[in-house]
């Protein structure tokens, strides 16, 4: 059994806390840290843990393995990295920084430190995900030719003033792709591969008194030629579904939030049945599924599913997105890393 703990006892952390005593099997939520005394006691009542409001009193009981880091994004690094340089291990909520600096930070403790960093990204875990990426991997949308990915969704102006840090520079580093279409962005690199440049438009529309972009749009090249469409809002009013459509010249799939809409194939007279819509998992066993994840990878001294490089490099192309909306010039991204 592996007791593990949470720093953030805010709205995910709370979630964590859920997932981790879903696991019970596997794991015991066994410390909470919150700068909130009353936050962190709370939540820590609730599952039999115990509460923290200095993190280095947290680190310093040696029975805790593991850690979710689920504080206000921009703040993920100098916890992350404290976390890793006590030797312990750690799933890093989305997104992994909101700086390169910051994610090379946690890159360079996770290296010298030799244990096991994930970074959420609970889409990948999707069965509907997993289905297009079977479906490319098989060859069965012949070649990938481009893909259009939408995150419509509405944020109202009570949630960005919600908490202190939401809709800042400083903290959240940047709206409606930084905090909520990084998901779908990061599904669209897991399954098109490497973008190469970028070229985008932002604003900030709908919302007043904050200082990120509420709709962003952009195209993105693939290092294999094939073009993407792309565009995150929180300022689409009641919001739709998460639709990420990829094409090929062989087939075509289409997922919508957790489900496949729709699957054609050339390729192949016989192609795999989709995940039913019945079979099709909510975002909450998604997330249920990366964090068992997580605890197998530490039990099995491996990379977890959704690695620092990859939360780098979904960072890496949101900043491309960002300099290309605030300059009006394409970004290319460098190659390799
Ligand atoms: N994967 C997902 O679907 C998902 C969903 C929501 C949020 N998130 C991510 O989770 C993070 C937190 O978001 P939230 O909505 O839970 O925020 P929140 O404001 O509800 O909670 C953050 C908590 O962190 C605490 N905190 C702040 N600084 C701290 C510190 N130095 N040490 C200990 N505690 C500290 C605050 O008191 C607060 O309770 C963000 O990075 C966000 O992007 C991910």
Redesign the pocket.
């Known amino acids: 059994m592996m007791r593990v703990g949470i ?7 709370t979630v964590h806390a859920r997932l981790i005593d879903s696991l019970a099997d596997r794991a015991k939520l066994a410390a909470v ?4 005394q009353e ?1 962190a006691a709370a939540l820590a009542d609730r599952y039999g843990a115990t509460a923290y409001t200095e ?1 280095a009193d947290a680190l310093a009981d040696p029975e805790v393995t593991a850690y979710s880091v ?4 921009g ?2 690094p100098e ?1 992350a990295a404290q976390v890793i340089n006590a030797g312990k291990s750690v799933l890093v ?3 992994l920084a909101i700086t390169m600096d910051g994610a090379d930070q946690v890159a360079e403790a996770a290296q010298e430190a030799g244990v096991t960093v994930g970074v ?1 990204s ?1 889409r990948r875990f999707q069965p509907a995900a997993r289905c297009i990426r079977s479906a490319i991997d098989d060859g069965l949308l012949g070649r990938l030719t481009s893909a259009v990915v939408e995150s419509p969704l509405w944020r109202s102006q009570e949630y960005y003033e919600s ?1 202190d ?1 939401r809709g800042t520079l400083t903290l959240d580093g940047g709206g409606a792709l930084m ?1 909520q279409g990084i ?1 779908a962005l990061d599904l669209m690199i897991w399954l098109m591969g490497r973008p190469v440049c970028v070229s985008a438009h932002s604003g900030c529309i709908a919302h007043t008194d904050i200082e990120v972009e509420d709709v962003v749009g952009a195209t993105i090249t693939f290092e294999s030629g094939a073009i993407g469409v792309f565009l995150a809002t929180t300022a689409a009013n009641p919001g739709l579904p998460i639709r990420l459509a990829f094409h090929g010249d062989g087939g075509v799939i289409v997922m919508d939030d957790e489900r496949i809409t729709q699957f054609t194939t050339t390729v192949t007279d016989s192609p795999p049945t989709p995940p039913s819509s019945e079979a099709a998992e909510s975002i909450d066993a998604a ?1 249920r599924a990366q964090y068992a994840d997580f605890l197998q990878a530490i039990g099995d001294h491996r990379e977890p599913f959704v690695t620092v490089a990859d939360g780098r490099l979904s960072l890496q192309v949101v900043l491309a997105i960002y300099e290309s909306a605030r300059t009006g010039r394409p970004v290319e991204l460098p190659a390799g890393k």
């Open positions: 720093i953030g006892a805010g709205v995910i952390g840290v919150d700068l909130d936050k993190l689920c504080v206000p994004s703040l993920h916890v909520e989305k997104p959420v609970q908490g840090w905090n998901h997330h």
